[in-house]
Nanobody, 125 residues
Framework: QVQLVESGGGLVQAGGSLRLSCVASGGTFSSYAMGWFRQAPGLEREFVAAISWGGTRTYSSDSVKGRFTVSRDNAKNTVYLQMNSLKPEDTAVYFC??????????????????WGQGTQVTVSS
């Protein structure tokens, strides 16, 4: 059983930055691809970014490309989401997730087996 715990969310003004972290335990972190998703009130969960098991491949949604960067440190069992130039429309609960398809960066929710509880990000205008 893999457990994922996100942290780093909070309240920030538009144009500001935050770095989210997600620490994994209970599995072989370096074998999983990792993804970040977000869900705003009343909306469906949407893909944000993903990274392959070794960190050599990343993929981001068009809405965050150029502003958000996903990275990982396998020695620390941690995946990060650096968020810059934040906008009010980035306000959501952010979730990290683990996929057994380690070499594949995927935006499909169904490809992810384990999920964290989420961390709230609020961007004020």
């Amino acid at each position: 059983q893999v457990q994922l715990v996100e942290s780093g969310g909070g309240l920030v003004q538009a144009g500001g930055s935050l770095r989210l972290s997600c620490v994994a335990s209970g599995g072989t972190f370096s074998s999983y691809a990792m993804g970040w998703f977000r869900q705003a009130p009343g909306l469906e969960r949407e893909f944000v970014a993903a990274i392959s098991w070794g960190g050599t491949r990343t993929y981001s949604s068009d809405s965050v490309k150029g502003r958000f960067t996903v990275s990982r440190d396998n020695a620390k069992n941690t995946v990060y989401l650096q968020m810059n130039s934040l906008k009010p429309e980035d306000t959501a609960v952010y979730f990290c997730a683990a996929s057994f398809r380690g070499a594949v960066v995927t935006a499909r929710i169904a490809d992810y087996r384990y999920w964290g509880q989420g961390t709230q990000v609020t961007v004020s205008s």
